[in-house]
């Protein structure tokens, strides 16, 4: 049973379009982060949301984490062929003085110039 | 800064032999973790160390191993090797419990 839904796990869009991109769970999540991963290399943290109903936006991208700290979204404004990847939506699990993140499969984000 | 460093690169082992992996964590990290990620999946967890001790492990056979030294690098050590366990292992360091930072990982192919 995957602890964390991602969808959709593809995604083909024009340069310029905007996206959105959801992960969902029953869980609920100490935090929650989302990562960029390119093929072959090591994800890489794009943002961290600890706050139910916080959003935070980064340049063009804007995060959101749900009120009950459940799921959260990614939404890319205008989006550039540079944004092309794999996204990836971690949530933490764990208490004091242990720590894990579950991952979502990941959405397949390709951004078509 | 150096962000976190994985030796080797890449690895090809047959089945039935053992591997090993490195890791350092960014300076100031004293938390490292290990993640497996097949083809098409996202990252497993499989193993938390902090200050040398074992902190959380992943639903990973007992073929998996890992300790973490004084000076907090970490190794992950794969007894008989499947052909299943042919994927890319991720170590990442953190120095809170809020954000890990990914090393670009090991590709590893088990023949």
């Known amino acids: 049973t995957q602890l964390l839904e991602q969808s959709p796990q593809f995604l083909s869009i024009q340069e310029g379009e905007n996206l959105t991109v959801y992960c969902n769970s029953s869980?609920?999540?100490?935090?929650l982060q989302w990562y960029r991963q390119e093929p072959g290399e090591g994800p890489v943290l794009l943002v961290t949301v600890v706050t139910g109903g916080e959003v935070k936006k980064l340049k063009r991208l804007t995060f959101q984490f749900g009120d009950a700290r459940k799921d959260s979204s990614l939404h890319i404004t205008a989006a550039q062929p540079g944004d092309t990847g794999l996204y990836l939506c971690a949530g933490a699990l764990g208490g004091a003085g242990s720590y894990q993140l579950t991952f979502g499969k990941g959405t397949k984000l390709s951004v078509i110039p | 800064d150096a962000g976190v460093t994985q030796s080797p690169t890449h690895l090809i082992k047959t089945r039935g032999q053992h591997v090993t992996l490195r890791c350092s964590p960014i300076s100031g990290h004293k938390s490292v973790s290990w993640y497996q990620q097949v083809l098409g999946q996202g990252p497993q967890f499989i193993f938390q160390?902090?200050?040398?001790?074992?902190?959380g492990r992943g639903n990973f056979p007992d073929r998996f191993s890992a300790r973490q030294f004084p000076n907090y690098s970490s190794e992950l050590n794969v007894n008989a090797l499947l052909l299943g366990d042919s994927a890319l292992y991720l170590c990442a360091s953190s120095i809170n419990y809020n954000e890990q930072f990914f090393g670009p990982g090991t590709r590893l192919t088990v023949l």
């Open positions: 160390y902090y200050e040398k001790e074992e902190r």
């Open positions: 869980s609920v999540f100490s935090s």
